[in-house]
């Protein structure tokens, strides 16, 4: 564990200088993220003026929903944004020097670069979540928001998962250039409650592909009270989530061939 925080660290520090030799487009990437959610609020709040509930949501709800999902988001962008970069790998044959290293390759490929610039994106969802609780029929206890922070820790294990097992298939894949556009589908999904959907796709995206872990059930957390099933499930869905896309990860390094051949 202590040579993975000194991995972790390097990794850190050499993101961070790369970031500051451009500032003035760090600065402003990370102003575009943020205008980039006002331009959402003005589309939720134009929304809920012509409606008072959609599935049964409110606007303030509706807030924390979007909220927990760009926080998502903004996590795994944060810390896990070299993931997008494993399809251009093969490709290129950058990967063969990776899986060679002395270093575990799922960590090299996965948190090799830290991306400071979705800071922006980060602050915006947090002001959002607390505008939304700030204004909920209801006060949250501290059990809901103990809930809501584990229950956002285990949404950002799905969604990594998720995205992790997305990239990998560049292995086998190696002409795909777009995987990532199906996580960013994914993503897409979280970002409405899963109330809106029939029950059957509800169901489906709640137990089978658990997208409604994302953000649906970590908002329903201060939305409803915190639920200790649910809680319980999004854990196992993280953990289950993180150890499919390991053992995908292995699997398919086994019978990685090289660019060469």
Known sequence: MRRFWRIYREFARSSIQRELEFRANFFAKILRNMVWIVFFIVILLVTYSHTEMVAGWNRHEAAILAGSCFAVDAIIRTFAFSLMEIPQQVR???????????????????????????????????????????????????????????????????????????????IWFVRVDNLWVLGDTAFQVSRFPIDIFPVALRRALTYGLPIAFISTIPASALRTGASLPMLGLGILYAFLSLAICRAFWVYSVRHYSSASS
């Not at 063969?96 to 400071?116: G, H, I, M, N």
Request: proline share 3%.
């Open 92 to 170: 290129m044959g950058t990967l063969d020097f990776v899986v060679t290293k002395p270093v575990d390759a799922q960590l090299w490929v996965s948190l090799r670069k830290v991306s400071l610039d979705q800071l922006g994106q980060f602050i915006a969802a947090i002001i959002f979540i607390g505008w939304g609780a700030a204004n909920l029929g209801r006060t949250p206890t501290v059990l809901d928001w103990g809930a809501f922070g584990a229950l956002i820790l285990c949404a950002v294990g799905v969604f990594f998962g998720i995205m992790s097992c997305l990239m990998t298939l560049g």
